[in-house]
C-alpha cells in the first residue's frame, strides 16, 4: 500500500500568513502525464470536503487562496493568505494505486 | 444540489452484522461510481469499498469477504452490508460520490456511526 506521510501534524499560522501542509508518498503517485492526488478539508463535526484534485487544479467553489503542487511522491498544500475560516484538518489522498490512501492529517490553528 | 444521506448505523456486538443505506440526489446516481469511507475515533481516513457505475465493485484486504458494497439505481440509494465485525472496523461511515477515472471523492455525506462493541 502506497503510504502518505503528511507534515507538519499541526501548525498555527497568523491570519493573512502563508501556511504550507506537506505531503510524501512512500511511491509515485503518477501516471498517463498526471498526478493522482488530491487534498481535501475537514472542519469540526463535517464530513471531509474536496479542495484540490490532481494535485494542482481547483476545485470548483474553492477559494483561489487555496493551491496545490507538486509530482510524483512530493506534494504541497498552500493556503495563502490564512482566513479564519480555514482552522481545519487537511488530508491528502492519492489514487494512483488500490487500495486509495489517505494521510494523516495536519491540523491548522490560528496564531 | 448534490444530496447524500447515510444511515443504519448503530451498536453491534462482536462478531454482528449490519447494513449501512445512503440515499443520493441531486445527480444522475446511476453514472457515477460511488463509495464508503471511513473515519476512525483517532481521526484516521479508511477507503472501505467503491462500486462503479456498472456494479463492479472494490474493497481493501482489511474488509474484502467481511463487506459488500451495493447500488439500487432505480431508487438511487448505495448501500454496505458487513458482517464479521471487528472493534477495529468502529468508524464514522461516510458515503463518497467517486469521479471519474481520477478515483476522488467530489460529495460527501455527513456520515453515520458504528460503534462495535461488547
Known amino acids: 500500500d502506497i503510504v502518505l506521510t503528511q507534515s507538519p501534524a499541526s501548525l498555527a499560522v497568523s491570519l493573512g500568513q502563508r501556511a504550507t501542509i506537506s505531503c510524501r508518498a512512500s511511491?509515485?503517485?503518477?501516471?498517463?502525464?498526471?498526478?493522482?492526488m488530491h487534498w481535501y478539508q475537514q472542519k469540526p463535526g463535517q464530513p471531509p470536503k474536496l479542495l484540490i484534485y490532481r494535485a494542482s487544479n481547483l476545485e470548483s467553489g474553492i477559494p483561489a487562496r487555496f493551491s496545490g503542487s507538486g509530482s510524483r511522491t512530493d506534494f504541497t498544500l498552500t493556503i495563502n493568505p490564512v482566513e479564519a475560516d480555514d482552522v481545519a484538518t487537511y488530508y491528502c489522498?492519492?489514487?494512483?494505486?488500490?487500495?486509495?490512501?489517505f494521510g494523516g492529517g495536519t491540523k491548522l490553528e490560528i496564531k | 444540489e448534490v444530496k447524500l444521506v447515510e444511515s443504519g448505523g448503530g451498536l453491534v456486538k462482536p462478531g454482528g452484522s449490519l447494513k449501512l443505506s445512503c440515499a443520493a440526489s441531486?445527480?444522475?446516481?446511476?453514472?457515477?461510481?460511488m463509495s464508503w469511507v471511513r473515519q476512525t475515533p483517532e481521526k484516521r481516513l479508511e477507503w472501505v469499498a467503491s462500486?462503479?457505475?456498472?456494479?463492479?465493485?472494490y474493497y481493501p484486504d482489511s474488509v474484502k469477504g467481511r463487506f459488500t458494497i451495493s447500488r439500487d439505481n432505480a431508487r438511487n440509494i448505495l448501500y454496505l452490508q458487513m458482517s464479521s465485525l471487528r472493534s477495529e472496523d468502529t468508524a464514522m461511515y461516510y458515503c463518497a460520490r467517486r469521479y471519474g477515472s481520477s478515483y476522488y471523492f467530489d460529495y460527501w455525506g455527513q456520515g453515520t456511526t458504528l460503534t462495535v462493541s461488547s
Open positions: 462500486i462503479s457505475s456498472g456494479g463492479s465493485t
Open positions: 489522498q492519492q489514487s494512483n494505486e488500490d487500495p486509495y490512501t
Open positions: 441531486g445527480f444522475t446516481f446511476s453514472s457515477y461510481a
Open positions: 511511491e509515485s503517485v503518477d501516471s498517463y502525464g498526471n498526478s493522482f
